[in-house]
């Protein structure tokens, strides 16, 4: 949904008298803004003014409007996203059709994220109810130290998280592979990306085992590896951006219970951040050519599905030893990751939820990278504290691949001994890569679904990912 964004620079000319809703970022209970009627609720709430450094208070006007204050103070994004999240979803609730957002400090970080989080949770995302309130949000006046051109930045990235939420968010009988494949064949368009798919039976031809051994269960076998380019008339340097595209998984054979099978059309959330960052980088005509491979399918059972002790050959040429048929994620990344570095790049960034052992390591609040190169590793976990979407480095020594070792294949898929499977899981990727010197850098996706919200997103969906997919691509462009 387009939100209009005024900006006005002589912050002085807003008055609480003369709006209705207003978020306001002030610095001392002795600003201009901070009411009569905000010290006496202060007071009355037996509240010191600092304490609204991690509090927000809401003061309904005399003029019947609603007025939220937070206090201003030195922080990092992340801590300023959720503060500002909190305040707005208290002005939010009553659904204005306009909303005005104060900072009484020139900060660049605090007046950008306050427009951001505003911005990013004015969106409407996928509901079936027969009854849906939409968001009446047109207009945000914002009062503040932000340019034109850091307003198309913010709009480019809420656009991106959007679009991430939004697919991710879709029920599985609703995205499908042949539906999602053509929702991103109207995007390609849309947005005059190159578009190219890899179907099933080509995918056969090739020889990409490892894909179609998970696409073969499926009944129609629409799976596929769809090849997306953005390319500026000039760019600097090439990122190569991998998606897993899972739309619903079952396990397969090793079938999952109903409480791990729940949520699971959420499992193509890797591909929807990467179009999401696709979808940033081309609204705001990032310098850079980006080549984005997906890989979409399902994880079905059926008398076609894959199995466990079946050998498949990559398309490589790697032999793997199937050892549990939920492992799905890393064989239709294994292919998809062969063809995509056949190509060489600045940069191999690849996004997935893929292991429940990184859940289970990171909790849902970071997600965790893998890389073959320290320094690649160093700035994504820049990146991450500067986008506000935090992460964190993984060991990636090649001595756990002694545990993936297979008596019959050249690889096992996993083990069944637990351990950790989120660096087996990066060890057994980093075995498809064309070359094994590109550098390349693996996300596990743990923090895309936060109950309640985090950092600035207030859904649960939270489009994690795709902010610092393109924070990081800045700060390639700049070394």
């Known amino acids: 949904m387009k939100v209009k964004i005024n900006l006005q620079k002589n912050s002085a000319k807003m008055s609480l008298k003369s709006v209705k809703y207003s978020l306001n970022v002030v610095k001392s209970e002795n600003s201009e803004i901070f009411s009569d009627l905000a010290k006496a609720k202060l007071k009355r709430l037996k ?38 999240r909190k305040g707005l979803k208290n002005l939010l609730s009553e659904n204005p059709e306009t ?21 990013l949770n004015s969106q409407d995302l996928p509901s079936r109810k027969s009854k849906i309130e939409k968001k009446q949000l047109k207009v945000i006046n914002f009062f503040g130290n932000l340019s034109a051109k850091e307003v198309v930045e913010i709009e480019a990235i809420v656009s991106g998280n959007t679009l991430s939420r939004q697919l991710t968010m879709t ?22 990306w190159k578009f190219k ?27 596929a590896i769809v090849h997306l380019t953005y390319q500026p008339k000039t760019f600097k340097k090439t990122i190569t951006l991998v998606g897993k595209g899972i739309c619903f998984d079952t396990g397969g054979h090793n079938l999952k219970p109903s409480k791990y099978m729940f949520s699971m059309h959420e499992d193509m959330n890797g591909s929807a951040t990467a179009l999401g960052i696709l979808e940033a980088a081309s609204l705001n005509k990032l310098p850079v050519k980006i080549d984005c491979w997906l890989a979409i399918a399902q994880n079905h059972i059926g008398p076609k ?36 570095t056949k ?20 909790g849902d609040r970071y997600s965790g990278i893998f890389s073959n190169k320290p320094e690649l590793a160093c700035l994504a976990v820049g990146s991450g504290q ?16 002694e545990d993936i070792e297979s008596d019959i294949a050249d690889i096992k898929q996993c083990t069944l001994e637990g351990g950790p499977d989120h660096i087996h899981a990066a060890r057994f990727l980093s075995q498809f890569l064309t070359d094994p010197k590109q550098p390349w850098l693996h996300v ?28 990081l691509i800045q700060d390639i462009l700049q070394k």
């Open 386 to 401: 500067k986008s506000g979407e935090r992460v964190c480095s993984f060991p990636f020594d090649e001595d756990y691949e």
């Open 444 to 471: 596990d996706l743990s923090s895309s679904n936060t109950k309640g919200g985090l950092g600035a997103a207030m859904s649960d969906v939270n489009g994690f990912g795709v902010r610092f997919g393109f924070s």
């Open 47 to 84: 509240m010191k003014f600092n304490d609204l450094e991690s509090k927000f208070l809401s003061v309904d006007g005399d003029n019947a409007g609603h007025h939220v204050f937070l206090k201003y103070s030195t922080s990092n994004t992340f801590k300023i996203q959720t503060y500002v």
């Open 99 to 119: 909303i005005n957002l104060f900072c009484e400090d020139d900060d660049p970080l605090w007046n950008r994220e306050l427009l951001y989080t505003a911005l």
């Open 305 to 340: 599905a894959y199995k466990q002790n079946d050998v498949v050959k990559a398309l490589n040429g790697k032999t793997i030893e199937i050892i549990h048929t939920d492992a799905e994620g890393r064989m239709v990344l294994a292919d998809t990751l062969t063809l995509a």
């Open 197 to 223: 798919e890899y179907n099933m039976s080509q995918l056969k031809r090739m020889g990409a085992g490892a894909f179609v051994a998970v696409g073969q269960g499926s009944d129609p076998q629409d799976a």
């Open 343 to 362: 190509t060489k790049s600045d940069a191999v960034i690849d996004f997935a939820t893929l292991t429940g052992c990184m859940a289970v390591a990171m």
């Open 171 to 192: 029920p599985p009988n609703d995205l499908t592979p042949t539906h999602y494949r053509q929702e991103i064949k109207k995007l390609a368009s849309k947005r005059k």
